[in-house]
């Protein structure tokens, strides 16, 4: 479901940086979202972008200033407001049920994907 905002996803995260298993943690998350019939048309960037977001957190040590650069750049590639975006996150999470600690069995999968595309 919604292959271009994957698409999206995966682009940004390679700008900012981030890890292929970070990009799969947030695939993981975004994807329970759709299962769990969370995603329309007016919030599915939002949740792409907190899914990102929670995933980046959860999965690397950014630094303050980096965390605020993959806000921006989320900001900008999906066109919603940073305030919304930090008030999603936290729907997001408890969508998710707090559980952003993955079984490896659910990452893998992605990140196998990822990492034979590049």
């Known amino acids: 479901p919604f292959p271009s905002l994957k698409r999206e996803m995966r682009n940004l995260s390679e700008e900012c940086s981030l890890e292929p298993v970070t990009v799969s943690m947030a695939y993981v998350y975004f994807e329970k979202l759709v299962l769990q019939g969370k995603l329309n048309k007016q919030n599915r960037k939002l949740c792409a972008g907190a899914c990102v977001l929670l995933a980046a957190k959860i999965s690397s040590d950014l630094r303050k200033h980096e965390v605020k650069h993959l ?3 989320l900001e900008e590639r999906f066109r919603f407001n940073r305030r919304d975006l930090i008030g999603f996150e936290f729907t997001v999470l408890v969508a998710l049920e707090l559980a ?3 079984p490896e069995n659910q990452v893998l999968p992605h990140y196998r994907r990822l990492t034979q595309q590049s």
């Open 71 to 73: 806000i921006d750049k």
């Open 100 to 102: 952003l600690y993955l």
